[in-house]
């Protein structure tokens, strides 16, 4: 069974900061794009930072510009989202998600093909 598996959510004060993992497991991304979705309560899903499957495109969501850096780990099955300067609005469960398609990254329309169960994040004081 191929699965994307999310660590590192957890609660932090505002200004703080989390690293979010994405271990691959069932088979080999390192030919895979693979990029950061969230979600609110109440909210679609959406786009967060993107990376290919080389590291060297990266793209992020305005909302988390400067403050987000997505990157790929040593063996390139992994990926990472380093987040500084939380602020309440990051609040969200953050998805992993992986496709041959660069730009299926970038939206919900088709989308991905793999994605991860979710690790929440909690910005509060």
């Known amino acids: 069974q191929v699965q994307l598996v999310e660590s590192g959510g957890g609660l932090v004060q505002p200004g703080g900061s989390l690293r979010l993992s994405c271990a691959p497991s069932g088979r080999t991304f390192s030919n895979y794009h693979m990029g950061w979705f969230r979600q609110a309560p109440g909210k679609e899903r959406e786009f967060v930072a993107r990376?290919?499957?080389?590291?060297?495109?990266?793209v992020y969501a305005d909302s988390v510009k400067d403050r987000f850096t997505i990157s790929r780990g040593n063996v390139k099955n992994t990926v990472y989202l380093q987040m500084n300067g939380l602020k309440p609005e990051d609040t969200a469960a953050y998805y992993c998600a992986a496709d041959l398609g660069y730009g299926r990254l970038a939206t919900l329309h088709p989308g991905p093909r793999y994605w991860g169960q979710g690790t929440q994040v909690t910005v509060s004081s």
């Open positions: 990376v290919s499957w080389d590291g060297s495109m990266l």
